[in-house]
């Protein structure tokens, strides 16, 4: 009954866009921190992207994302968003979101999407 699934992987050209989503199911996601992780094959997972809870007031990227992507969130759809744009090809990952909740506990994690920046 709680749930997140991400969504909005793909193939795409360098240059290219994706808008990917985080939605949650059973429970309320305003309440929660969300991030962006990726995972490329035989790489560790690293962070990508961080937005507060609530009324989305602090926003943080991992160096290699800035000024090309964007996370968001519409507390109306229960959902997180991030705007990858300019894509490039070592962008190529699966990409996770987190949500974590003020008082603590375990996180939650989705499943991940593919996103596979190609020519």
């Known amino acids: 009954q709680v749930q997140l699934v991400e969504s909005g992987g793909g193939l795409v050209q360098p240059g290219g866009s994706l808008r990917l989503s985080c939605a949650a199911s059973?429970?309320?996601?305003?309440?929660?921190?969300v991030s962006w992780y990726r995972q490329a094959p035989g790489k560790e997972r690293e962070f990508v992207a961080f937005?507060?809870?609530?009324?989305?007031?602090?926003?943080n990227y991992a160096d290699s994302v800035k000024g090309r992507f964007t996370i968001s969130r519409d507390n109306a759809k229960n959902t997180v968003y991030l705007q990858m744009n300019s894509l490039k090809p070592e962008d190529t990952a699966v990409y996770y979101c987190?949500?974590?909740?003020?008082?603590?506990?375990?996180?939650?994690w989705g499943q991940g999407t593919q996103v596979t920046v190609s020519s």
């Open positions: 059973g429970f309320f996601l305003s309440i929660f921190a």
């Open positions: 987190k949500a974590t909740h003020p008082a603590g506990g375990s996180d939650r």
């Open positions: 937005i507060s809870n609530f009324d989305s007031s602090t926003t």
